[in-house]
Protein backbone atom coordinates (compact mmCIF):
# COMPACT_ATOMS: atom_id res chain seq x y z
CA UNK A 1 0.00 0.00 0.00
CA UNK A 2 1.15 3.49 -0.40
CA UNK A 3 -0.64 5.81 1.59
CA UNK A 4 0.29 9.52 1.89
CA UNK A 5 -0.99 12.79 3.36
CA UNK A 6 -1.54 15.98 1.03
CA UNK A 7 -0.90 18.60 3.16
CA UNK A 8 -1.40 22.32 3.12
CA UNK A 9 -3.33 25.52 4.08
CA UNK A 10 -6.83 26.33 2.20
CA UNK A 11 -6.20 27.21 -0.70
CA UNK A 12 -2.20 25.61 -1.42
CA UNK A 13 -3.86 23.68 -4.17
CA UNK A 14 -4.51 19.88 -2.46
CA UNK A 15 -7.72 19.37 -4.30
CA UNK A 16 -5.86 20.14 -7.83
CA UNK A 17 -2.67 18.38 -6.93
CA UNK A 18 -4.66 15.42 -5.87
CA UNK A 19 -6.15 14.62 -8.89
CA UNK A 20 -2.98 14.39 -10.49
CA UNK A 21 -1.79 11.72 -7.42
CA UNK A 22 -4.63 9.34 -8.28
CA UNK A 23 -3.86 9.65 -11.74
CA UNK A 24 -0.42 8.57 -11.47
CA UNK A 25 -0.33 5.98 -8.80
CA UNK A 26 -3.71 4.75 -8.54
CA UNK A 27 -4.67 5.32 -5.11
CA UNK A 28 -8.30 6.65 -3.21
CA UNK A 29 -8.54 10.37 -2.56
CA UNK A 30 -10.33 11.21 0.38
CA UNK A 31 -11.16 14.54 1.05
CA UNK A 32 -12.90 14.90 4.75
CA UNK A 33 -13.95 18.90 3.17
CA UNK A 34 -15.52 17.08 -0.21
CA UNK A 35 -17.11 14.54 2.08
CA UNK A 36 -18.23 17.08 4.47
CA UNK A 37 -20.02 19.08 1.27
CA UNK A 38 -21.29 15.67 0.11
CA UNK A 39 -23.64 15.51 3.38
CA UNK A 40 -24.87 19.33 3.15
CA UNK A 41 -25.62 18.82 -0.17
CA UNK A 42 -27.75 15.40 0.92
CA UNK A 43 -29.29 17.00 3.40
CA UNK A 44 -27.72 14.03 6.30
CA UNK A 45 -27.55 14.67 9.94
CA UNK A 46 -23.80 14.79 9.58
CA UNK A 47 -24.03 17.90 6.79
CA UNK A 48 -25.85 19.79 8.96
CA UNK A 49 -23.53 19.45 12.13
CA UNK A 50 -20.37 19.87 9.90
CA UNK A 51 -22.63 23.24 8.08
CA UNK A 52 -22.30 24.82 11.44
CA UNK A 53 -18.74 24.63 12.13
CA UNK A 54 -17.81 25.21 8.24
CA UNK A 55 -20.22 28.09 7.23
CA UNK A 56 -17.61 29.65 10.20
CA UNK A 57 -14.27 28.57 8.82
CA UNK A 58 -13.78 26.09 12.28
CA UNK A 59 -13.19 22.24 12.17
CA UNK A 60 -15.89 20.14 12.55
CA UNK A 61 -14.97 17.98 16.24
CA UNK A 62 -12.09 15.50 15.88
CA UNK A 63 -14.54 12.42 17.58
CA UNK A 64 -16.91 13.58 14.27
CA UNK A 65 -14.24 13.80 11.59
CA UNK A 66 -12.69 10.72 12.87
CA UNK A 67 -14.79 8.43 12.58
CA UNK A 68 -16.01 9.82 9.20
CA UNK A 69 -13.06 8.63 7.98
CA UNK A 70 -12.71 5.57 9.21
CA UNK A 71 -15.62 4.96 8.02
CA UNK A 72 -14.64 6.11 4.06
CA UNK A 73 -11.57 3.65 4.43
CA UNK A 74 -13.57 0.49 5.36
CA UNK A 75 -15.66 1.39 2.28
CA UNK A 76 -12.26 0.57 0.23
CA UNK A 77 -10.86 -2.66 1.36
CA UNK A 78 -9.41 -3.58 -2.30
CA UNK A 79 -7.65 0.21 -2.38
CA UNK A 80 -3.90 0.12 -3.40
CA UNK A 81 -3.18 2.85 -0.98
CA UNK A 82 -5.13 6.50 0.16
CA UNK A 83 -4.51 9.96 -0.43
CA UNK A 84 -5.62 12.02 2.45
CA UNK A 85 -6.57 15.29 1.67
CA UNK A 86 -7.86 17.75 4.41
CA UNK A 87 -7.12 15.49 6.72
CA UNK A 88 -5.27 15.23 9.56
CA UNK A 89 -5.81 18.99 10.66
CA UNK A 90 -4.88 18.05 14.32
CA UNK A 91 -2.57 16.25 16.37
CA UNK A 92 -5.40 14.01 17.92
CA UNK A 93 -6.64 13.59 14.12
CA UNK A 94 -2.73 12.25 13.72
CA UNK A 95 -2.54 9.96 16.16
CA UNK A 96 -6.35 8.41 15.01
CA UNK A 97 -5.17 8.14 12.07
CA UNK A 98 -1.83 6.18 13.27
CA UNK A 99 -3.31 3.66 15.46
CA UNK A 100 -6.51 3.07 12.70
CA UNK A 101 -4.12 2.36 10.15
CA UNK A 102 -1.86 0.05 12.35
CA UNK A 103 -4.93 -2.06 13.08
CA UNK A 104 -5.02 -2.70 9.43
CA UNK A 105 -1.24 -3.59 9.37
CA UNK A 106 -0.49 -0.33 7.19
CA UNK A 107 0.70 3.39 8.06
CA UNK A 108 1.22 6.66 6.60
CA UNK A 109 4.30 6.54 4.40
CA UNK A 110 4.79 10.41 3.63
CA UNK A 111 3.12 13.67 4.18
CA UNK A 112 3.76 16.33 1.33
CA UNK A 113 2.94 19.94 1.77
CA UNK A 114 2.00 22.82 -0.35
CA UNK A 115 4.03 25.87 0.56
CA UNK A 116 2.05 29.03 -0.42
CA UNK A 117 2.11 32.59 1.40
CA UNK A 118 -1.05 34.04 3.33
CA UNK A 119 -1.82 36.96 0.87
CA UNK A 120 -1.77 34.00 -2.65
CA UNK A 121 -3.79 32.04 -0.37
CA UNK A 122 -6.54 34.35 -0.14
CA UNK A 123 -6.11 35.35 -3.47
CA UNK A 124 -6.30 32.01 -4.72
CA UNK A 125 -9.32 31.69 -2.69
CA UNK A 126 -12.00 34.97 -3.56
CA UNK A 127 -10.99 33.60 -7.18
CA UNK A 128 -12.63 30.28 -6.36
CA UNK A 129 -15.36 31.71 -4.48
CA UNK A 130 -16.25 33.30 -7.55
CA UNK A 131 -17.00 29.34 -9.56
CA UNK A 132 -17.46 27.55 -6.43
CA UNK A 133 -20.62 27.80 -4.64
CA UNK A 134 -18.29 27.42 -1.55
CA UNK A 135 -19.85 30.18 1.21
CA UNK A 136 -16.42 29.80 3.07
CA UNK A 137 -14.85 30.81 -0.03
CA UNK A 138 -16.70 33.66 -0.95
CA UNK A 139 -15.92 36.28 2.24
CA UNK A 140 -12.37 37.03 3.23
CA UNK A 141 -12.73 37.33 6.92
CA UNK A 142 -13.78 33.73 6.71
CA UNK A 143 -11.01 32.65 4.68
CA UNK A 144 -8.65 34.76 7.01
CA UNK A 145 -9.85 32.51 9.87
CA UNK A 146 -9.43 29.33 7.81
CA UNK A 147 -5.81 30.70 7.53
CA UNK A 148 -5.89 31.37 11.31
CA UNK A 149 -6.77 27.96 12.33
CA UNK A 150 -4.78 26.41 9.97
CA UNK A 151 -1.62 28.53 11.69
CA UNK A 152 -3.20 27.81 15.44
CA UNK A 153 -4.19 23.79 15.44
CA UNK A 154 -3.26 22.42 11.87
CA UNK A 155 0.73 23.45 11.26
CA UNK A 156 1.64 21.34 14.20
CA UNK A 157 0.60 18.09 12.22
CA UNK A 158 3.96 18.72 10.09
CA UNK A 159 5.85 18.41 13.15
CA UNK A 160 3.97 15.15 14.25
CA UNK A 161 5.31 13.69 10.47
CA UNK A 162 8.38 15.22 10.58
CA UNK A 163 9.83 13.68 13.88
CA UNK A 164 8.55 10.22 12.25
CA UNK A 165 10.94 11.45 8.94
CA UNK A 166 7.79 11.27 6.96
CA UNK A 167 7.86 14.97 5.94
CA UNK A 168 8.02 16.69 3.06
CA UNK A 169 8.14 20.25 2.01
CA UNK A 170 7.38 21.27 -1.64
CA UNK A 171 7.28 24.81 -3.09
CA UNK A 172 3.27 25.10 -4.14
CA UNK A 173 3.96 28.22 -6.52
CA UNK A 174 3.74 27.78 -10.06
CA UNK A 175 2.21 26.20 -12.81
CA UNK A 176 -0.11 22.90 -11.65
CA UNK A 177 2.41 20.89 -14.22
CA UNK A 178 5.34 22.47 -12.19
CA UNK A 179 4.20 21.63 -8.98
CA UNK A 180 2.94 18.14 -10.02
CA UNK A 181 6.59 16.90 -11.11
CA UNK A 182 8.12 18.38 -7.73
CA UNK A 183 5.26 16.08 -5.93
CA UNK A 184 6.14 12.97 -8.08
CA UNK A 185 10.37 14.05 -7.66
CA UNK A 186 9.19 13.95 -3.59
CA UNK A 187 7.14 10.90 -3.69
CA UNK A 188 9.43 9.08 -5.69
P1 LIG B 1 -11.50 21.92 2.94
O1 LIG B 1 -12.37 21.51 1.80
O2 LIG B 1 -10.40 20.93 3.21
O3 LIG B 1 -10.99 23.33 2.80
O4 LIG B 1 -12.42 21.90 4.24
C1 LIG B 1 -13.53 22.75 4.37
C2 LIG B 1 -13.99 22.79 5.81
O5 LIG B 1 -14.41 21.47 6.21
C3 LIG B 1 -12.95 23.19 6.84
O6 LIG B 1 -12.84 24.60 6.95
C4 LIG B 1 -13.52 22.55 8.11
O7 LIG B 1 -14.62 23.30 8.60
C5 LIG B 1 -14.06 21.23 7.56
N1 LIG B 1 -13.04 20.16 7.61
C6 LIG B 1 -12.48 19.53 6.55
N2 LIG B 1 -11.58 18.61 6.95
C7 LIG B 1 -11.57 18.66 8.31
C8 LIG B 1 -10.84 17.97 9.31
N3 LIG B 1 -9.92 17.05 9.00
N4 LIG B 1 -11.10 18.28 10.61
C9 LIG B 1 -12.03 19.20 10.93
N5 LIG B 1 -12.74 19.91 10.04
C10 LIG B 1 -12.52 19.65 8.73
Known sequence: MLNLVLFGPPGAGKGTQSERLV???GLVHLSTGDIFRYNIKNGTDLG???KSYMDQGHLVPDEVTISMLEAEVNKNPEAKGFIFDGFPRTTA???????????KGTEIHLMVALAVEEDELVKRLLLRGEHSGRADD????????RIQVYNDQTAVVADFYAAQNKFKNIDGIG????I?????AAIG
Not at 93 to 103: G, I, N, R, Y
Not at 138 to 145: F, K, Q
Not at 175 to 178: C, N, R, V
Not at 180 to 184: A, D, G, I, N, Q
Open 23 to 25: ERY
Open 48 to 50: TLA
Open 93 to 103: QAEALTKFLAS
Open 138 to 145: TDESIIRN
Open 175 to 178: SIDE
Open 180 to 184: SERLY
